[in-house]
């Protein structure tokens, strides 16, 4: 497993951007897909993004596809989300969750490693 740390969360207004990061211990980063998660009040965790060891591979649900991009900097140990034309339905606890497993991130259960989460607001 690996520690995970997000950080980059705030109040942004519809419209605007915020990018996300998770940091991660270990020495073998690369060797995790990580996906992004999301918790609004009320409802259900749901999937967001998803990318793999490498970077070459990324998936995204269909109501942030075009407006969020996943990436990471193996050497820093960072995955990041960029969030553009945020919605005031953006608005969650954002989690970032690490497997072996690109096809487990993708499916969005059973991972391993998860962060604490941060806060995103979009207001309208």
């Known amino acids: 497993q690996v520690q995970l740390v997000e950080s980059g969360g705030g109040l942004v207004q519809a419209g605007g951007s915020l990018r996300l990061s998770c940091a991660a211990s270990g020495r073998t980063f690369s060797s995790y897909a990580m996906g992004w998660f999301r918790q609004a009040p009320g409802k259900e965790r749901e999937f967001v993004a998803a990318?793999?060891?490498?970077?070459?591979?990324?998936y995204y649900a269909p109501s942030v596809k075009g407006r969020f991009t996943a990436s990471r900097d193996n050497a820093k140990n960072t995955v990041y989300l960029q969030m553009n034309s945020l919605k005031p339905e953006d608005t969650a606890v954002y989690y970032c969750a690490a497997d072996p497993s690109y096809q487990v991130v993708v499916g969005g259960r059973g991972l391993g490693s998860w962060g604490q989460g941060t806060q995103v607001t979009v207001s309208s």
């Open positions: 990318i793999s060891g490498s970077g070459a591979m990324t």
